[in-house]
């Protein structure tokens, strides 16, 4: 069965410093990959996602992600943090379309 | 274009009542899912639904719990006899029917309190 890990539950970053969130995923066949934000109080918005077309997808509010076989995983990234970027990231694997497994997610924290 | 809808946003249940959560997805969307979210962990898939037609419920618990998306109406996921640990936000998600990977997209959750 295919599951993600997430490592580090909270990442604290500067404002304009570059954001890193990690995720590796374990898969028996090449996954579906996505990573989604979740603001607080609120429901699970999607960044981005991987479906094989590109090994590094582009998302919105200037988030990015690549796709890294060799290494099974698919970290996220912007190159400079804002104040609005503050929420909870989770990294997503799925074989098909019912069966989607999330990491435990990660904390992002944006410091001034 | 509307997002999914769920409701009630809140509930708060006594020990022993049912709750009951709805869920009205995207125009074109047939398909829904839903999923747990206890504090500080990640989603938990619950169980996966076409119209009148349960397709996987591997992440239900086998007792107390139930799921229907009818022809007509909201999706309904139904906990009998809620209990403490039901305390959570549950989260639905829609998609539309297709033969690869579709996006899901989420609503904003009911977040349900047993006291």
């Known amino acids: 069965a295919q599951s993600v890990t997430q490592l580090g539950s909270h990442v604290s970053v500067s404002e304009g410093a570059l954001v890193l969130l990690r995720c590796n995923y374990s898969s028996s066949v090449p996954p579906y990959l996505f990573w989604y934000v979740q603001y607080p109080n609120q429901g699970l918005q999607l960044l981005l996602k991987?479906?094989?077309?590109?090994?590094l997808v582009k998302g919105i509010n200037g988030f990015e992600a690549e796709f890294k076989k060799s290494e099974t995983s698919f970290h996220l990234t912007k190159p400079s943090a804002h104040m609005s970027d503050a929420a909870e990231y989770f990294c997503a694997v799925s074989l098909n379309n019912n069966d989607m497994r999330f990491g435990a997610g990660t904390r992002l924290t944006v410091k001034p | 274009n509307a997002g999914v809808m769920q409701n009630p946003r809140h509930l708060v249940r006594r020990r022993g009542q049912e709750a009951r959560l709805r869920c009205s997805p995207m125009k074109g969307h047939s398909h829904v899912y839903w999923y747990r979210q206890l504090p500080e962990e990640g989603l938990k898939f619950m169980v996966y639904l076409q119209k009148e037609n349960i397709i996987d419920e591997s992440g239900m618990p086998k007792e107390r719990f139930s799921a229907e998306f009818p022809k007509e109406g909201p999706s309904i996921l139904r906990i009998q006899q809620v209990v403490r640990g039901d305390s959570a936000a549950y989260f639905c998600a829609s998609s539309r029917p297709g033969t690869t990977q579709e996006t899901q997209y989420f609503g904003p959750g009911t977040r349900l309190l047993v006291l």
């Open positions: 991987y479906t094989s077309a590109a090994t």
